[in-house]
């Protein structure tokens, strides 16, 4: 289908969002917010290589300010631009131990906002795409009082919107507010996000496997059986799957999102929660993928189920195309009843 002209990422959440009578505009306000802070952002990600080119090495640059590293950059962009909208009673972040509360003279709104300022953040320096991963939920506590830490810990079938913005060979904002998955891509002449992929269905099949296989002596038997199973492929006739890891989360994902493929980090033997957060990694990207067609379980049952405990929980993750998430989940299950390790 032929991409609507001058559909703006803007434009379309307020049309979505006019098709419920009793939406306020509250949402799309939130997330314009949320597109102003990731074109900040995006400026910064593509000047990063430029740091010891022009010279601004050490604590300092040539205003005196200190530099700061992207990945904090990145988060007090978000809060900046987020805590004084209205809109949001409270908001946490991988980069801060404890919720982050909205100052007393800002007016309180009814939603909490979870996000991964920006992960992947290793590959800064390798010029490897990065995101900012975003998840959205409706407070639990009184309107009007300030948020708590139980309106962060609620399962993620109660996100109303989630998403990502990858900073790559172009910046692309992708969201979900319940009703099917759309991209739009940074235009950097105007300065807008415009639809590019409109209502995007992940293949019900995987063409591309994403996982660390560096971590393969320390996996459990049902993985290892998994992934063996998939390299046999051509011995069923059938043709086997690509390898692709970038080590960036969102930039696997989007990837796999598009072409058909399954990414895993499991628990292994040395890190029996996996590596990922539930709250800013893994919520976030199972409601995408299961507004996109696909499933994301951390094993034994669907991201979207589990009740967190605590804001920095980590979860094991097999989020993908549903026919790969299904097989996977029958290797795991099989391994278990046998009482492999
Ligand atoms: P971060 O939040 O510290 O950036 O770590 C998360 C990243 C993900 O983007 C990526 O999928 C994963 O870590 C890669 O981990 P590993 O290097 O163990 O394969
Ligand atoms: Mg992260």
Not at 85 to 103: K, Q
Not at 178 to 194: C, I, K, Y
Not at 216 to 233: F, M, P, S, T, V
Not at 300 to 315: D, G, T
Request: proline share 4%; hydrophobic share 35%; glycine share 10%.
């Amino acid at each position: 289908m032929e991409p609507k002209r001058f559909m703006t990422l803007q434009r379309h959440i307020l049309e979505g969002e006019r098709q419920h009578p009793e939406a306020t505009g509250e949402l799309s306000a939130l997330l314009s917010e949320l597109a102003l802070a990731a074109k900040v952002i995006s400026l910064e990600v593509n000047k990063a290589g430029l740091i010891d080119i022009l010279g601004f090495t050490g604590d300092t640059n040539v205003q005196g300010e200190a530099v700061k590293k992207l990945d904090i950059y990145a988060h007090n962009t978000i809060v900046s631009a987020m805590d004084h909208g209205g809109h949001l009673c409270l908001m946490a972040s991988e980069e801060e131990e404890d919720i982050i509360h909205i100052p007393k003279h800002h007016k309180l709104g009814k939603y909490v906002m979870m996000f991964d300022p920006l992960d992947g953040s290793s590959n800064i320096d390798a010029n490897v795409s990065i995101g900012t991963i975003f998840s959205i939920l409706k407070r639990k506590s009184p309107e009007g009082t300030p948020g708590t830490l139980e309106d962060a810990l609620q399962p993620g079938v109660e996100q109303v919107a989630a998403g990502y913005i990858v900073y790559g060979s172009s910046t692309i904002f992708v969201y979900t507010a319940g009703h099917g998955v759309h991209a739009f891509t940074l235009d950097p002449a105007v300065g807008e996000f415009l639809l590019s992929h409109e209502n995007i269905h992940t293949p019900e099949d995987a063409r591309i496997y994403s996982t660390n296989e560096g971590n393969y002596k320390y996996w459990h038997k049902g993985l290892k059986n998994y992934i063996k199973y998939i390299q046999d492929a051509d011995d069923r006739g059938a043709t086997p799957y690509s390898a692709r890891y970038i080590g960036s989360m969102v930039a696997d994902i989007h990837r796999n999102l598009l072409y058909g493929g399954i990414f895993i980090y499991p628990a292994d033997k040395r890190h029996p929660n996996g590596k990922l957060r539930l709250l800013y990694e893994c919520n976030p990207m199972a409601f995408l993928y299961e507004q996109a067609g696909g499933r994301a379980i951390d094993g034994k049952q669907r991201i979207l189920e589990i009740q967190p405990h605590k804001l920095h929980q980590r979860v094991p993750i097999y989020i993908g195309s549903k026919n790969a998430v299904d097989m996977v989940e029958k290797f795991l299950r099989e391994a278990e009843e046998e009482g492999e390790d």
